[in-house]
Structure formats: structure tokens, C-alpha cells
């Protein structure tokens, strides 16, 4: 994680949603359809702290647990899940951090070929360096068509309130409307449109102006984000399973240093190298063009980790027994640092064992 | 199912219900069938016995000395003579078996010819529906073959067991032929089933290893947003056996009457199953009509091997 001023203790509680999902998921998993996962590993982590410079490298364990349920009935279906993960790295001990994902939502056939879906999702990290923390959680509804096998359209939004609390709290929402279109064009290949609109409101963020060359700080308007995305994602089933995304994200801001022009792309693929042993391959690339390219900017409402932008993973599995997995994974990413256009490198090799009880 | 046995099937099928005409064509067709394997077996009998006589024949040669040489020569002469008479009649089988191939490529036609005229009385009285001919069912252009895929054929035999027919040999006839049928069937399902298992497998591995990065990458929308299925997007259309894909199946039936709306074509739903009611074919979803379904296909193999089971007991009393 980047290191920035970090000043204040943070005190406050662990977010409601979590507790919320938690009581749902322990009280009502056992009488419900559910399924328990357990994931022990060690990693080596080449720049955890994601700097341009002075880089320190570090070794790590990392633990996750995951509660599941399902519940299906004639119409309905309800699910719920909660995952916790804890990442140690004893030599920069205070980078170690846990991380928390719970999730409830429900889908329900309300005429006939209809589907009517809501969603609940609350994602939040806490780091052990002054318990500074970010978290987010999205509220989502949409309605799907399904009058064909062939082609199913859906129709939704989703809101999403975001906070970053390094010492300072940066807040913001991100509201979206979004249509996907999707097609199976023969039993193994799928292919999908969506196109998004969507605004990002920030608190007590000031939008910035540039007058000249000198940035200026608006007094009365808060940043505030518009963007237009479309995306096309087509994907082959079978014994490989490879898939390609490509989206184009048009954000227009009133703050000009947020102006940009983002292409990404997504390739991945998965397959078998014999009957136990399978492997996973996915790349990320993202190509993001500023408005303004001379001015440096710090943009400390965002989460560095959660910014993808140039990344490739690569995984082998050996299944061992059904429930006993051993997998060693190596990633590359290159991503935007907290400052505009200053990119850092990482390397990352995992090992480990995934169990499922 | 090679095309023979396709065509055979519904021609027995038919034999006991129909007219004069498609027996006898039958009956020719059998005939010269029968005349054909009699040629056959007895073409390759005689072409053993040549290979026999030429292994002796080079034995003989190999083993000749000046104290046997006139009884092997009296041997080989005896072998010459008999490879004469072996090579005649070879030639006249050839002959006779060229004439049969012709004629049974005649009978085939006739009996198309025939079996098409009992599907158009058929449709005429409304029995089977237009467009569901066997001319039809072969005119299906190259293009359209390769831009659509080919739906897996796995019909409901149960109708031809529960056939009553007047003669017992018949009844016989195609029990046996449904029996040969039925092993060949559940041989591939079970193939398509062990595949799709694995397929299925992949796809929850690869699901597990894309949810691990969305967590590591909270910002990865497409490995956390679930669709209105309640599938996030990774899981979608990977694990057939979602209860989502039932939910499916039931749209669809309660949508029943709309099936051009369904994005499946009257000519592709005759094409998938002959015997099958229209409505069981309407039904099915994308993924059973191409195989894709587990449950489907665990389904019909049960339902198969219950069949065979039955013919099996009937065969042996």
C-alpha cells in the first residue's frame, strides 16, 4: 500500500453490513444449503508497499475462510456469503491487513421469463498500521429477460458508497445504470454487450480547474464524474475455456485533471495439462489517456490495490483430492501509483492449499 | 446410428401400419441384403483358402530338394489347378456381387420413395407434421450446417416398445434393432456426460481462480457483479448444472405456444427428434438440446438403460 500521511487512530467499528451478513450466514447457514472453504498459503511479495523506489520485498502468509449458502425454491433463489482473509507479513508486520467480503442477495421469477434480482455486497479492509482502512458497499437491482434461450437481455443499477481512511476520510458514491446483452451464439461461444452510464460524486473532494497552468481549487463544487462505458466480452466453453473482454470507459468530470479516455482489455484462459492438473492464465491491460498529461496529480480517494490496470496471473492447480487443492501462482502488475502516470511494479509468487469442508 | 440403421428404423416403424408397397420394397431390399452377405462369407472363405495355398506353395519351393522334388511338383500342380478353379470363381462372385450393389442401390431408392409416400399420407391425415420428411431432413444446406450447430440426437424410444404388431417376427425384428440402437446410445451419452464432467470441473476451477483475483482486485467488476441469476458473471453459463438453468427450462414451458419466440425454429425442432412429442422437444433448453446439460444426460441414460433392460427380458423369453 502506498504510504501517505497517516495521523489519526482510527476508532471506528467494524460496518453494520458486515455484522449484518455474518449473523445471517452463521444462524441461518447450517439449516440452508451451504459450503465451508478454507485457503492456506505463503507468498512472496517483490514491493508490498507499491513504491517507485526504495522498494522493500517481504514474505507473507495468507488465510482465507468462506461460508456459502444457497437456497432455491420454485421461483426464488437466495444466497449469502461471507469471506474472510488475513494477509501476515511478519517482516513489515504493520502491512499486514485483513479483509472481509460479505454478500447477500436474492433472485425471483416475478412473471413468467422475468427475473427480478437484488444484491447486497459490502467489501472492507483493514490494515494493522494505525487500523487505516478503506471499504465499499454496493446496493444493486435489476430485471432480466428470458424469454429465449439464445438471448438474454438485462436491465439494472447499482450504487455504490465508497470510503478511503487513511487518516483522512475521502468519500464517494458511484451510481450506475447498465444494460447487457447477451447472446449464445452456438452452445460454446457467448458474447456479450454492455453498455454503462454512470456518475461519481465525491465528498468534500474540490473539483480543480486549470487556469493557464495554474491549478485552482474550486470552492463550491465537488468533483463530480460522468461516464459512459461499453463493453464487449466473448467467451468459448469446452475444454479450454478462454474468453476476451474489451471495454471503453468515456469519463468527462467537472475537475480537469479527471478527464481521460480509458481502453482496457481482458484475456484469459483455462484448461487442463493432464486429469489432476489444471492451469489458469489471465492478462489485464489498461491504456489510460488524461485530458491534461502535464500535471501531476495525487488521487488519494483511491485505493491503489484495488486499481487494475496492467496484470498477468498465471496459476497451476494439482487437485489432490476433490476437496484438496495444492496451487502455486505467479502475477506481474504494473499499475498507477497514487500519483498520475507513475507506474510501479510488483511480483508476486503464491503457493498453497485450498480445502473445502 | 449409421444412415442405414436411420433409415431402417422408421421403416419398420412403418412396415405394420402402411400399404403394400413399402413392405415389398422392404422385403426386396432384405432379400438382396441377405444375398449380398451370403456372396460375401462365401467370397471370403474361398479367398482364405487361397492364402492358405499360397503359404504352401512357398513352403513347397523352400523345401525342394533332389530326393522330393517330383512329389512337390505333383503337389504344386495339384495347387495350380486349385487356384484356377478358386480365381473363377472368385470372378463370378464379383460379378454377381456388382449386380447385387446395384440392384440393392435401386431398392434403397424405392425404398425412400416408398417410405416418403407413407410420410405424406401421414401428413396428409395429420399424423406427423409437415416438414418433417426425410427429404427435408436431408436438405439441409452446407452453410447453415456450419453457421448452426448440430443439435445431439437422444429421442424417446418408448413409443416403439410399446408397439403392437400383428407379427410377432417383426415386433422381434426391431426390438433387436432398438437394442443395438440403445447400447450405441448410452455408450455416447456416457462419453458426452464423462466430457461435460470434466468441461464442468474446468469451468468450477476456473471459477474458483477468478474469484480469488476479484477478492485480491476488489475494483474487477466482472468477478464480483452477479447477474440477475445470482451467477456473478464468471459463473455464468459455465456450471450448467445451476439451478439458473432450470429456471430457464421454465420460462420456457410456461411460454409454451410461443416456441418461434424461443429462438428455436420449427425446422431445427423436427430435426432434433422424430419420435419425440413436440412439446418435450420445445422444452428442452439450450444446453440438453446440445448435450451440455448433465442432469439431462444422467437423465436419459437412466431412462435408456431402463429401456434396454426391458427389451433384453423381452428378447430372452
Given amino acids: 500500500m502506498p504510504y501517505l500521511n497517516r495521523s489519526n487512530l482510527c476508532t471506528r467499528s467494524i460496518p453494520k453490513n458486515i455484522w449484518i451478513i455474518s449473523l445471517i450466514c452463521i444462524f441461518f447457514g447450517p439449516v440452508l444449503a451451504y459450503e465451508q472453504q478454507l485457503n492456506l498459503s505463503a507468498y512472496f511479495d517483490s514491493n508490498p508497499r507499491e513504491n517507485l523506489d526504495n522498494i522493500e520485498s517481504t514474505v507473507g502468509l495468507k488465510a482465507k475462510g468462506l461460508i456459502r449458502f444457497n437456497q432455491d425454491t420454485q421461483n426464488a433463489r437466495f444466497y449469502g456469503s461471507i469471506l474472510g482473509q488475513g494477509f501476515l507479513e511478519p517482516a513489515l508486520f504493520l502491512d499486514s491487513k485483513v479483509v472481509v467480503n460479505g454478500e447477500l442477495g436474492g433472485t425471483y421469477k416475478f412473471i413468467s421469463g422475468y427475473r427480478l434480482y437484488a444484491g447486497l455486497k459490502t467489501f472492507q479492509k483493514l490494515y494493522f498500521d494505525e487500523f487505516q482502512r478503506s471499504g465499499r458497499t454496493t446496493l444493486s437491482a435489476s430485471v432480466k429477460r428470458l424469454k429465449s434461450y439464445k438471448t438474454h437481455q438485462e436491465l439494472g443499477m447499482e450504487r455504490t458508497e465508497a470510503h478511503i481512511d487513511y487518516g483522512t476520510l475521502f468519500q464517494y458514491s458511484d451510481q450506475r445504470l447498465f444494460l447487457d446483452l447477451t447472446r449464445q451464439v452456438t452452445p460454446a461461444f457467448q458474447a456479450e454487450l454492455s453498455v454503462q452510464l454512470g456518475q461519481v460524486d465525491y465528498k468534500d473532494y474540490p473539483a480543480r480547474m486549470l487556469i493557464g497552468s495554474s491549478l485552482i481549487f474550486s470552492e463550491i463544487q465537488n468533483q463530480q464524474d460522468v461516464t459512459r462505458t461499453l463493453g464487449i466480452h466473448v467467451k468459448h466453453l469446452g475444454k479450454l475455456i478462454w474468453g476476451t473482454a474489451v471495454n471503453y470507459e468515456d469519463i468527462n468530470s467537472n475537475s480537469a485533471l479527471a478527464e481521460s479516455k480509458v481502453w482496457s482489455a481482458k484475456l484469459y484462459a483455462s484448461g487442463r495439462l493432464s486429469e489432476q492438473v489444471f492451469f489458469h492464465v489471465v492478462l489485464n491491460g489498461m491504456k489510460k489517456y488524461y485530458a491534461q498529461t502535464d500535471v501531476l496529480e495525487i488521487t488519494p480517494y483511491r485505493d491503489p490495490e484495488e486499481n487494475i490496470q496492467n496484470q498477468l496471473h498465471i496459476q497451476i492447480e494439482r487437485v489432490i483430492q476433490p476437496s484438496r487443492v495444492l496451487y502455486i501462482q505467479y502475477s506481474y502488475i504494473k499499475n498507477e501509483t497514487v500519483f498520475n502516470h507513475w507506474f510501479y511494479n510488483k511480483n508476486l509468487i503464491e503457493t498453497g492449499i485450498k480445502l473445502t469442508l | ?317
Fill in chain 2, 1 to 317: 446410428m449409421s444412415h442405414l440403421t436411420k433409415i431402417l428404423l422408421p421403416t419398420l416403424f412403418a412396415l405394420s401400419l402402411v400399404g403394400q408397397d413399402l413392405n415389398s420394397a422392404w422385403q426386396a431390399y432384405m432379400s438382396t441384403n441377405a444375398s449380398i452377405a451370403e456372396l460375401v462369407a462365401r467370397r471370403t472363405s474361398y479367398s482364405q483358402e487361397q492364402i492358405e495355398i499360397k503359404s504352401d506353395v512357398d513352403e513347397l519351393q523352400q523345401s525342394s530338394d533332389w530326393y522330393n522334388a517330383w512329389i512337390n511338383k505333383f503337389l504344386l500342380s495339384g495347387h495350380s489347378k486349385r487356384q484356377l478353379v478358386i480365381l473363377d470363381s472368385l470372378r463370378v462372385f464379383d460379378t454377381e456381387l456388382e449386380r447385387l450393389h446395384s440392384l440393392q442401390k435401386s431398392e434403397i431408392q424405392d425404398l425412400k420413395f416408398a417410405y416418403e409416400n407413407v410420410l405424406q399420407d401421414y401428413e396428409k391425415k395429420g399424423v406427423i407434421p409437415v416438414g418433417q420428411s426425410l427429404r427435408n431432413m436431408q436438405n439441409f444446406s452446407r452453410g447453415r450446417r456450419v453457421l448452426s450447430y448440430s443439435p445431439i440426437l437422444f429421442p424417446d424410444y418408448t413409443d416403439l416398445l410399446n408397439l403392437q404388431l400383428h407379427n410377432p417376427e417383426h415386433r422381434k425384428l426391431i426390438l433387436t434393432d432398438v437394442q443395438s440402437l440403445l447400447l450405441a446410445k448410452i455408450i455416447e451419452l456416457d462419453s458426452i456426460k464423462n466430457v461435460r464432467e470434466e468441461e464442468a470441473e474446468l469451468a468450477l476451477r476456473l471459477a474458483s481462480f477468478h474469484e480469488d483475483l476479484g477478492l485480491q482486485m476488489e475494483a474487477d467488476p466482472d468477478a464480483q457483479r452477479r447477474n440477475a441469476s445470482g451467477n456473478t458473471d464468471k459463473l455464468l453459463g459455465w456450471v450448467t448444472t445451476e439451478p439458473s438453468s432450470e429456471f430457464a427450462v421454465n420460462d420456457v414451458i410456461e411460454d409454451d405456444g410461443r416456441d418461434m419466440a424461443s429462438g428455436l425454429s420449427r425446422e431445427a425442432i423436427d430435426l432434433i427428434n422424430i419420435n419425440a412429442p413436440r412439446e418435450e422437444v420445445r422444452e428442452m433448453s439450450l444446453d440438453q438440446r446440445s448435450g451440455k446439460d448433465l442432469n439431462y444426460l444422467k437423465k436419459k441414460i437412466v431412462e435408456y438403460q431402463m429401456l434396454l433392460e426391458e427389451i433384453n427380458q423381452e428378447l430372452d423369453q
